[in-house]
DNA sequence: GTCCGTCTTCCGTTGAATGGAAGGCCCAGT
DNA sequence: ACTGGGCCTTCCATTCAACGGAAGACGGAC
């Protein structure tokens, strides 16, 4: 279902994305022609580019001559600061919290109209979710993508409002009127609790995470099962990690309305 | 120190990799100068590659428009087997590792005739360390660079050997025969206890991770403060998290030779 | 044995990448 | 207010690196 063919790129920088773009978490591993087929570059070109970027370490060559991401590409991909940066302040209350609830915990930032999930704590007794850090959902149907959606700015949320809005479960948000209120509701709770959206069997609840400049950069969310403890006594540990990171993070702290 | 002009490289391809590596630890954010004289392109040339790598989301531009590695670059990179794999698995263990010792708990693999550390636990409790994940150090000094290098093969250890091993403070191993009597050690104890050689003030106790092939594909340190609790009372919980992190990663289990 | 899918090398052609030159912008110094 | 110097950006004629078809090598399946 994923990997449009795309009309084959021209420039070789874009061919060069275009090979690392074609792993994805469903195929970390890939042969030559497979990267070809991908990409729809003919295969000598492939071919000669995946050399070179093995040569630098982007890729690395298993015995059996497929390829998958290396170290190098990992080293330069852990600079970007809405990665590792947001993750190394973030992770001490991510295990205070993980510690409080027993389960999953999540933390995602914004990328174009997704939810991107930079991290996960996840343990045995938690409900299975389907992301891991990297992967990408729709704004409408998480607790973190309303809570990012309800604080992003006007133009993108209007975006998003006025294009489809995907169904995953019988309670997805697909009206754009109804997602209107969930929004504002956010905004008034500085929470969001998202029931069986994405799956029927799990329900998340999300706050916001703020930076210095007092708007929101990411947002931090706990998984729990849809049917056992009652989702509301968990916004207050929530609530107040998300807080606990915005502060690390450099956020002055006002705001301070929502108790 | 860092950061040696290359002569100027001819490919696209190298030229593209050369800007994504103008971005380290220390220099987060670049201008296109910046990454022109970092690189040796010239400016225009560096100016239409960051133009591209933004198009598709390896780079990203602030305000001030300067750039930094962006979110689809960390995505692709955490699909490295070697660092997110890993790290996936190793994290609880590690976490365990964590509340016995509150020290900082490392992760780190082998690369070229390098370690680089994969992941890193820190606590307030812990001595500050000089790694974080991406960096890079030589085998002969750190406790983890002596587990990986004791397990590589031959090869690589007389590289390494016979090459010239750098000093960091006055008990570095710098002498050959005594690395290799270190090493046979560390392959006698299944485990390296590394005391002041990288930094003074903290010593480091490190075992080996076993992949499915019982070859070793990781190892594991805590680092402790120099003064302080015996370091051998944390060998026995290393060693067992060590083990743990392997099972979880399909190791067999032979070799339990060692108590 | 043959077939089919894969990876790899070779090399003559060509069009995409190149980078100098020039223009715009902003700030600091005078 | 003017000037200089640092940046970033655009333009476009030249050229050299990227291209990719063809052909060979390998390896497993039947």
Do not use: K
Not at 2 to 18: D, E, F, I, Q
Not at 117 to 128: D, K, N, Q
Not at 135 to 149: D, E, I, K, N, Y
């Amino acid at each position: 279902m994923p990997a449009m063919s795309r009309g084959a790129p021209r420039s070789v920088t874009s061919r060069v994305l275009a090979i690392l773009g074609a792993f994805s978490a469903e195929r970390v591993t890939l042969g030559v022609s497979e990267i070809s087929r991908h990409t729809g570059l003919p295969l000598t070109t492939a071919h000669r580019l995946v050399g070179e970027l093995v040569r630098w370490g982007a890729l690395e060559r298993d015995d059996a001559g497929r390829y998958h991401v290396g170290l190098r590409l990992w080293e330069v991909g852990s600079l970007a600061p809405r990665g590792l940066g947001l993750r190394e302040t973030a992770l001490p209350f991510m295990e205070d919290l993980y510690e409080i609830t027993h389960q999953n915990v999540q933390l995602a930032v914004l990328d174009g109209a997704e939810v991107v999930y930079v991290e996960r704590i996840s343990g045995p007794r938690a409900v299975s979710v389907i992301t891991r850090p990297g992967s990408r959902l729709p704004l409408h149907a998480t607790g973190v993508g309303q809570v990012l959606l309800a604080y992003a700015d006007r133009d993108l949320q209007e975006r998003v409002l006025s294009g489809p809005l995907r169904r995953f479960t019988g309670n997805t948000v697909t009206d754009a009127g109804e997602l209107r209120r969930v929004l504002a509701a956010v905004r008034r709770d500085g929470v969001a609790m998202c029931d069986g959206q994405v799956e029927t069997f799990s329900l998340s609840v999300a706050a916001p995470v703020y930076g210095p400049a007092d708007t929101v950069v990411a947002a931090l969310s706990v998984v729990v099962p849809a049917e056992g403890t009652d989702p509301r006594t968990i916004v207050p540990p929530v609530r107040a990690s998300a807080r606990g990171i915005s502060r690390a993070l450099g956020w002055a702290g006002h705001r301070s309305t929502h108790r």
